[in-house]
């Protein structure tokens, strides 16, 4: 779909960020429909911005959808691929966090603070961020494929999320760079307009508890074990 963090949200942008989600999964979802030999499990995509900026609450699966405009993208996708459930399809609706990846994703652009020396928390920092190693994500996908017990929504995500001052601590450890200068909240407001509340400066203390209690095990379960493993030479 389209990036949610490639330009400020204008109205045509947001359109976009719906659009190539819903739409392309309808379509989908209607060749599903009329195939003579559907496929046996769709995998379909979501994000844990389903629930919506919250504190310090435990996001489940059960938790209730966020009223924000991610949270809506989210309900209305899910909604998409959930009629293509049927007794030939086992749909699964993966609600993944922030992907860690050493040359893809977010985390190269965090990296350049860091390197300067100039790496630290976004606004306050008590915002949580969920978060999966790359490596897990995969596995998580494969294990969802294999597991017919495995349908609905599964949070993408380690067991331990961490607030956003606890991440900027532990990738200045991992780079070997201070962590102390945080990016005031006024100035991402001004340079990056509504994404900034919904991306970098609130969050969602997302946890995996179907996957976990179904038996998927993380290789990587906590943040330093995750950047070390990315970073080992840095």
């Not at 998409?80 to 609706?93: F, I, L, P, Q």
Request: with cysteine.
């Amino acid at each position: 779909g389209e990036s949610i963090a490639g330009s400020r949200w204008t109205a045509a942008h947001k359109r976009r960020i719906l659009d190539s989600r819903v739409q392309a999964t309808r379509s989908l979802v209607a060749a599903i429909r009329g195939a003579a030999t559907p496929p046996r499990v769709l995998v379909s995509g979501s994000a844990v911005g389903y629930y919506g900026p919250l504190d310090d609450e435990i996001a489940t699966e059960d938790t209730r959808p966020g009223s924000d405009f991610l949270a809506g993208v989210c309900v209305q996708w899910e909604a998409e691929a959930a009629r293509a459930a049927s007794d030939r399809t086992r749909v699964v609706g993966i609600r993944t966090g922030l992907v860690l990846e050493r040359d893809g994703g977010a985390l190269p652009e965090m990296l350049p603070p860091f390197r300067f020396g100039a790496g630290g928390p976004m606004g306050s920092g008590r915002q949580y961020w969920p978060w999966i190693h790359r490596a897990d994500w995969i596995a998580l996908v494969q294990w969802a494929l294999q597991r017919p017990e495995a349908s609905g929504a599964f949070n993408a995500t380690a067991p331990n999320p961490v607030t956003n001052r606890d991440f900027a601590r532990a990738l200045g450890r991992a780079v070997h760079r201070p962590a102390f200068m945080p990016a005031p909240a006024f100035a991402l407001r001004i340079m990056l307009g509504e994404m900034a509340d919904a991306l970098l400066l609130s969050g969602q203390r997302a946890v995996p508890a179907r996957a976990e209690r179904l038996g998927f095990r993380f290789r990587y379960p906590r943040i330093d074990e995750a950047l070390d493993a990315l970073f080992g030479h840095a």
